[in-house]
């Protein structure tokens, strides 16, 4: 059963990183990678330690760090495996990571840092899209495949983490913000069904945006990208109360709601800087913020 109580606007160790990124499909798309450098740029405020960017003959991809775990330069993005194939940019949390990193290393996976970002290339790297299912945690990410020349993009389950993108003949571009998408020049036309979706319900729903073309990556999806032609897979998808086990009497039920909260809690509290949270005065921050102050000092 999967718990996220509104912790990732609690608990002010999300990891706000930015990420961005293009793949050409020809000449006229990579004209485009000029604006790698200014669409990293704008996604400033998310990530203020560091800011770095890695270009291929036909990709690029962009990253602003905010350190969590592992703040050396060891964790610094744009990422290369040992191998120099592959190529991550990520915007998240693995609270898993320790777990998935000792499995690595028992295949005789070798590190050389200390971040979940390097855990969560590897995992790609032996397992493919199945390591999605084995993640816990909120994520937005893209990994670039030299050898294939394949860009692979994914979305965190409960969609906490944003990722946008567009594509047409020529390219496909992807960012954490609006703005920082609208760097590479697309364009700017008004999304009608956006705007009726908004009227209707006072928010615009995944996958739709105010801007045509533009896209939500929903949650539990993935992308493969090494074409124009771009198709959604879901890799997960929230249970139906019918799915639920309704066997447990109601003291049960509140007996394990409160023991995974707690759980939840306390898988977000790993950090190798100072954390916080947010205290509105709400049920749910305060259910967190005390939980939070029984695994701190």
Not at 103 to 112: A, C, I, P, S, T
Not at 144 to 167: C, M, Q, S, T, V
Request: net charge negative.
């Amino acid at each position: 059963m999967d718990i996220n109580i509104n912790l990732a606007s609690t608990l002010t160790l999300l990891s706000m990183c930015g990420i961005t990124g293009i793949m050409a499909f020809n000449e006229i798309g990579r004209m485009h990678m000029i604006h790698l450098a200014k669409s990293t740029e704008l996604l400033k405020h998310r990530g203020p330690d560091y800011q770095n960017t890695f270009i291929d003959e036909w990709t690029g991809l962009g990253h602003r760090r905010l350190s969590v775990i592992d703040p050396s330069p060891q964790g610094h993005q744009p990422m290369a495996d040992l191998s120099g194939r592959y190529r991550i940019v990520y915007n998240g949390e693995i609270y898993n990571y320790k777990e998935l990193r000792r499995r690595l290393q028992n295949k005789g996976v070798e590190f050389v840092s200390a971040s979940d970002t390097e855990v969560l290339l590897n995992l790609y790297i032996h397992h493919g899209t199945k390591c999605l299912e084995m993640l816990n945690g909120c994520f937005a990410l893209a990994i670039f495949d030299g050898a294939k020349n394949e860009l692979f993009l994914a979305r965190d389950r409960f969609g906490i983490n944003p990722l946008l993108y567009y594509h047409d003949n020529d390219k496909f571009v992807f960012a954490s913000e609006m703005r920082s998408l609208l760097a590479y020049n697309i364009p700017k036309a008004l999304d009608y069904e956006s705007l009726n979706l908004y009227l209707e319900l006072n928010y615009v729903p995944a996958p739709f945006t105010m801007l045509e073309g533009v896209k939500k990556l929903l949650p539990g999806e993935y992308l493969k990208i090494n074409s124009p032609e771009v198709i959604p897979q879901r890799f997960y998808q929230i249970a139906q109360s019918s799915d639920l086990d309704s066997k447990l009497t109601y003291d049960q039920q509140k007996t394990k709601i409160v023991s995974l909260v707690e759980e939840s809690v306390a898988k977000r509290l790993v950090a190798d800087v100072p954390l916080g949270a947010f205290l509105s005065g709400g049920i749910d921050s305060s259910i967190v913020v005390a939980l939070a102050s029984r695994y701190t000092d």
